[in-house]
């Protein structure tokens, strides 16, 4: 069973930031791209962003452009979401994503975790 633990997530004011963390206990995904998606309430799942397994490629939704980095550390099994200039739109579930490949990381990512809330206050 693969488990994907998110973190970081949590209350912060328009304007603020969070860095989300995701990690793979028991198991490497070193050579797997990684991503984040996010649920609203009442919305769809939508993709944020993703990184390429060796981090020299990244991608991210229009929405977070230039507001989110997505970054990862392979020693320490790890990827991270820093966001900063959020906004009360930000405010959803987000979820850490696995997958081998970055293509498909970013639309149908075969490993999923539980996901960890985060709430934008205006």
């Known amino acids: 069973q693969v488990q994907l633990v998110e973190s970081g997530g949590g209350l912060v004011q328009a304007g603020g930031s969070l860095r989300l963390s995701c990690a793979a206990p028991g198991r490497t995904f070193s050579t797997y791209a990684k991503g984040w998606f996010r649920q609203a309430p009442g919305k769809e799942r939508e993709f944020v962003a993703a990184i390429s397994w060796g981090g020299g490629a990244t991608y991210y939704a229009n929405s977070v452009q230039g507001r989110f980095t997505i970054s990862r550390d392979n020693a320490k099994n790890t990827a991270y979401l820093q966001m900063n200039s959020l906004k009360p739109e930000d405010t959803a579930v987000y979820f850490c994503?696995?997958?081998?490949?970055?293509?498909?990381?970013?639309?149908?990512?075969?490993?999923w975790g539980q996901g960890t809330p985060v709430t934008v206050s205006s």
């Open positions: 994503v696995v997958d081998q490949k970055v293509g498909v990381v970013q639309t149908t990512p075969a490993y």
